[in-house]
């Protein structure tokens, strides 16, 4: 357990403040903020506050990881657990709590029943069952490259936005308009929009369906102004810790707004030069206006990460980007920044290649030696590129895990059907499923084997499919490892063999009852 004195002095200052205070701290990223936020809530633990009455919250779960770690500390006083939550989970956990109070003021058709959450999956497939039939009747979207799928999470977007932000989703069209700059004949597309997402919300409504953004309303619109709900709250977390309230949006800030008022104490941490999730609602300007409401603020600027090569390489790409001209009045500043060219010189590497492999070799062989020549680990590593194509994925990936580094990608934009888990489960359903008659090839079933079955290489995995997946009548059949000759066998190997019969045999006594609904089997 760490003593105030391992800290530094402006982050002492701030965690033995009196209990009663509430507190805005800013400052740049590796300053030490979270890690005084963290040791904050564990003062507050040793003088005296149960634990269950402290409540951080953060924008999304992964921000609260040290919070999460320090929390389960052994060492800690007995008696209760910290909550830490996110706005959208706290908007849930109050609906489900307080679900009597609000369900026939909130609109929704089924009184008596209790509500069903939504994922942004099961969402989806609520959005299409509702909406995709309106779309083909009407032949909404026309002209849109976007497929189903892609439209449908816009759709849904969209009234996650009008949440956040704090507006009607029956203004979702209006506001839209008045954003495009394009032709005015593509409004409709707009208005379609609003159609299908108002066809969807009442939809929700009617079933007691409660996505993200009417979680959201519930809890913003209904819950909040009920005085039990918020006597509920403020009673049972009188202790506040939020940590980067910039990436969090406008209803959050304004919920956190009225909640100072009465806070025993409260923590607000506020991370300069963020705002990174603006394009999921952030609001860093709403955000550095909640600083009014707190009794002391205090700035962080030390960073304990950043180097100065690298500080001095952020200012020279913040000049660049600024375009400032020799004729400005910061010329001076910039003319006298350039005796900090050899800092950066220091921290910035550039690289010409005349081909397109000696770019990838050369990237891959500088991250190899970072990690296995400097230690750094491969976790604090990140490749950008502008466009991720498939191709650059998989080269870029084969090479680092050829240098034993371990990778791995990621990209929003990549289809769920693309990823080799996804193909993996629609492969293993066709094979579980032999009465819907789909016969996947012998290469599906490769790949199905070795993202399935642990340690099985491409080249096992395709014997294995070669000789042991025969399609019959049209359905498709996995033959028994014991059937194979031995000299086989022991090229595949026994271990590997084994693992292949136990999902063989899972399969096969699956196939005679499955159950009707698929997302039951892909959760078996």
């Known amino acids: 357990m760490l003593k105030l004195s391992d800290y530094a002095s402006y982050q002492t200052e701030l965690i033995a403040l009196p209990l009663d205070r509430s507190v805005f701290l800013s400052g740049p990223a590796g300053s030490g903020k979270t890690t005084a936020g963290v040791a904050r809530m564990l003062h507050l633990l040793h003088e005296g506050v149960p634990a269950d009455r402290i409540l951080v919250l953060t924008p999304q779960r992964t921000l609260a990881?040290?919070?999460?770690?320090?929390?389960?500390?052994?060492?800690?006083?007995?008696?209760?657990?910290?909550?830490?939550?996110?706005?959208?989970g706290l908007a849930r956990r109050m609906v489900d709590l307080f679900w009597p109070l609000v369900v026939e003021e909130a609109g929704f058709g089924q009184p008596d029943a209790r509500p069903v959450f939504l994922t942004l999956e099961t969402a989806q497939y609520f959005m299409a069952r509702v909406v995709g039939a309106q779309i083909g009747e009407k032949d909404y979207f026309q002209g849109l490259t976007l497929?189903?799928?892609?439209?449908?999470s816009q759709i849904i977007d969209n009234l996650n936005k009008a949440a956040v932000v704090g507006f009607l989703c029956t203004q979702i069209a209006e506001r839209l308009k008045a954003a495009w700059v394009g032709e005015q004949s593509q409004t409709r597309v707009y208005d379609q929009a609003q159609e299908c997402a108002l066809l969807f919300r009442r939809y929700c409504l009617e079933h007691n369906l409660l996505d993200f953004s009417l979680q959201l309303e519930v809890f913003y619109r209904h819950l909040w102004p009920e005085p039990i709900c918020r006597h509920y709250l403020l009673s049972q977390y009188p202790h506040l810790i939020v940590d980067n309230v910039e990436e969090d949006t406008p209803v959050a800030?304004?919920?956190?707004?009225?909640?100072?008022h009465d806070a025993a104490s409260a923590l607000l941490i506020y991370d300069e030069g963020g705002g990174h999730r603006l394009f999921l609602g952030a609001d860093p300007e709403s955000a550095a206006s909640l600083a009014e409401g707190c009794d002391t603020r205090l700035t962080f600027t030390d960073s304990f990460v950043t180097t100065p090569g690298v500080e001095a390489f952020e200012q020279a790409l913040t000049r660049a980007l600024n375009q400032v001209s020799e004729g400005t009045p910061h010329a001076a500043a910039r003319r006298a920044a350039r005796a900090q060219a050899p800092q950066v010189r220091e921290v910035m590497h550039y690289g010409t290649h005349r081909y397109y492999p000696e770019m990838l070799d050369w990237v891959a062989e500088a991250i190899a030696g970072l990690v296995h020549n400097e230690g750094v680990p491969p976790s604090e590593i990140v490749v950008l590129a502008p466009f991720l194509t498939d191709v650059l994925r998989f080269s870029l990936v084969n090479r680092l895990e050829r240098l034993k580094v371990p990778v791995r990608s990621h990209r929003p934009s990549r289809a769920l059907r693309d990823e080799p888990a996804t193909q993996c489960l629609l492969t293993l359903a066709s094979l579980a499923y032999p009465a819907w008659g789909l016969c996947p090839t012998a290469y599906d079933v490769a790949y199905a084997l070795m993202a399935a079955i642990e340690e099985l290489d491409l080249v096992r995995a395709q014997l294995l499919a070669e000789i042991l997946y025969r399609p019959r009548e049209g359905q498709p059949r996995l033959e028994s490892f014991e059937g194979l000759k031995p000299e086989v066998q022991q090229r595949i190997t026994y271990m590997l063999g084994g693992r292949y019969e136990v999902l063989r045999r899972w399969l096969e006594a699956y196939a005679v009852e499955p159950v009707a609904e698929l997302d039951l089997f892909l959760s078996r």
């Open 65 to 88: 990881v040290p919070y999460d770690t320090a929390r389960r500390d052994p060492g800690l006083p007995p008696g209760g657990q910290i909550s830490i939550a996110t706005m959208g």
């Open 147 to 152: 497929d189903r799928n892609r439209l449908y």
């Open 253 to 260: 800030h304004d919920l956190l707004r009225d909640w100072l």
